[in-house]
């Protein structure tokens, strides 16, 4: 697609819930990044694919956030029961070469998440 | 660890004048530094990059940013601020041999006509 496509663009939830939210990147972007962007911070790291390369689960919160990107291409953010304080927007982006140093990264337009 | 500092939350500016934001960075071997742009509404935009080479690089909308090893600082700059340059702006580091992005905070920057 021409951009990164993040659905759903909005997700209220109840407490407890499980979530799946979808990204889409540039088609031929080799890396796919998660970011969580909280009122009033910045960006936290999640989950990183590069490639084929085994992803880089560093910044993942606790154990109910697991990430999968199926044939290098669509992933899918998956949030277990989850909790008042995941409330965030949900960032997905691509980048054309592995590391995103060259174009930088391109991102989607988020998905709100509200947890109640 | 990497760790990128936005000192400033909210930067005002008139129209017409010199905007710098600013960003400090620590980060083992050497920096690859970025900034990026959040209009309202909208998602992140990467603005420029520094991976090596001269200290001063251009970016878009005509913005600029100098790299100062010394002082590990990376700050935004443009001449003559306009009121559409309104809008959340992110420091990131990425450090050498590592792939993932740190940002910072964030700095929100006001353009007043």
């Known amino acids: 697609g021409a951009g990164v496509s993040q659905s759903p663009s909005n997700k209220v939830t109840e407490k407890g819930k499980d979530v799946e939210l979808r990204c889409d990147p540039i088609?031929?972007?080799?890396?796919l990044y998660w970011y969580r962007q909280s009122l009033g911070q910045g960006l936290e790291f999640l989950i990183y694919?590069?490639?084929?390369?085994?992803?880089?689960k560093s910044g993942l919160p606790s154990d109910r956030f697991s990430a999968e990107r199926t044939g290098g291409s669509v992933s899918t953010l998956t949030i277990q029961r989850t909790q008042q304080e995941d409330s965030a927007v949900y960032l997905c982006?691509?980048?054309?070469?592995?590391?995103?140093?060259?174009?930088?990264?391109?991102f989607g337009s988020g998905t709100r998440l509200t947890v109640v | 660890a990497q760790s990128v500092a936005q000192p400033e939350d909210q930067v005002n500016v008139a129209e017409g004048n010199p905007l710098t934001v600013k960003c400090t960075y620590s980060?083992?071997?050497?920096?690859?530094l970025f900034w990026y742009v959040q209009y309202p509404n909208r998602g992140l935009q990467f603005l420029l990059k520094?991976?090596?080479?001269?200290?001063l690089v251009k970016g878009s909308y005509g913005f600029e940013a100098e790299f100062n090893k010394s002082q590990t600082s990376f700050h935004l700059k443009k001449p003559s601020a306009l009121v559409s340059d309104s809008a959340l702006y992110f420091c990131?580091?990425?450090?050498?041999?590592?792939?993932?992005?740190?940002f910072g905070a964030g700095t929100r920057l006001f353009v007043k006509a």
């Open positions: 990131a580091v990425q450090g050498n041999g590592g792939f993932k992005t740190i």
């Open positions: 088609s031929g972007h080799t890396a």
């Open positions: 980060v083992s071997g050497n920096p690859y």
């Open positions: 520094y991976i090596t080479g001269d200290n």
């Open positions: 982006a691509s980048s054309l070469d592995l590391v995103g140093r060259t174009y930088g990264y391109t």
């Open positions: 694919f590069q490639g084929n390369s085994a992803p880089d």
